[in-house]
């Protein structure tokens, strides 16, 4: 991939939504939310932001939940990511 995310940016990919809700039913791809739970597959330095120093606290790998509005959509090579700040993840979603 050449995306490299600058600052505290970090570089998600969206999970698929589900085609089913739990008690099996079927769900038209209209009536599908975009979900909000994506794998993180790049992060930036951190550094300093705004005359503060920025920790990464997500890795590449992790599962993340991140806020509905947040970031900015990117294609590259037929896929789509997202770049969103680090201050826009709300969780880290262990399993």
């Known amino acids: 991939m050449g995306l490299k995310p ?10 698929e ?10 769900l038209p791809s209209a009536s599908k939310e975009k979900p909000q739970e994506a794998e993180v597959v ?7 932001v ?4 920025i920790k990464m606290e997500v890795k590449i790998g992790d599962r993340i ?6 970031g900015t959509e990117v294609k590259l090579d037929d896929q789509e ?7 826009d993840i ?6």
């Open 42 to 48: 790049a992060v930036g330095p951190g550094g300093v």
């Open 17 to 26: 939504a589900e085609e089913k809700t739990k008690s099996g039913i079927v």
């Open 65 to 70: 939940i991140y806020s509905k509005y947040a």
């Open 6 to 15: 600058l600052g505290d940016r970090v570089v998600i990919k969206q999970l």
């Open 81 to 87: 990511f997202m770049i969103v700040k680090q201050s």
């Open 50 to 53: 705004d005359g503060k120093e």
């Open 90 to 95: 709300l969780a880290i979603v262990e399993r």
